[in-house]
Nanobody
Framework: VQLVESGGGLVQPGGSLRLSCSASELPVDSIDNAMGWFRQAPGKEREFVAAFRWTGSRTYYPDSVKGRFTISGDNAKNTVYLQMNNLKPEDTAVYYC????????????????WGQGTQVTVSS
């Protein structure tokens, strides 16, 4: 499974960005198949940002981004999107796409497949 991310960049505080992640294929034919996003800022641990379970289009967010970030998916394209609004300087990090046959793994902070990462910088 290959994951290709796009959409990172520099944005001012309060601005918006949309990240995309396309998978060459979904990991396995599993009801719990999911894709998601993590981020890692310099000197900090990797942090879960959002997950999208294909079955039922269920979404998951930590409190730090709830209400500001929205994850969605296009099943026909094996692609998930992360719409980030009202960005703050503390959102600055490398954002990594992830895919796993179980959404619970993403929620526990792990994943079988990872993208190469895309930089998001929030600064004036």
């Amino acid at each position: 499974v290959q994951l290709v991310e796009s959409g990172g960049g520099l944005v001012q505080p309060g601005g918006s960005l949309r990240l995309s992640c396309s998978a060459s294929e979904l990991p396995v034919d599993s009801i719990d198949n999911a894709m998601g996003w993590f981020r890692q800022a310099p000197g900090k641990e990797r942090e879960f940002v959002a997950a999208f379970r294909w079955t039922g289009s269920r979404t998951y967010y930590p409190d730090s981004v709830k209400g500001r970030f929205t994850i969605s998916g296009d099943n026909a394209k094996n692609t998930v999107y992360l719409q980030m609004n009202n960005l703050k300087p503390e959102d600055t990090a490398v954002y990594y796409c992830a895919a796993d046959s179980a959404d619970s793994n993403l929620l526990m902070g792990t994943s079988t497949y990872w993208g190469q990462g895309t930089q998001v910088t929030v600064s004036s």
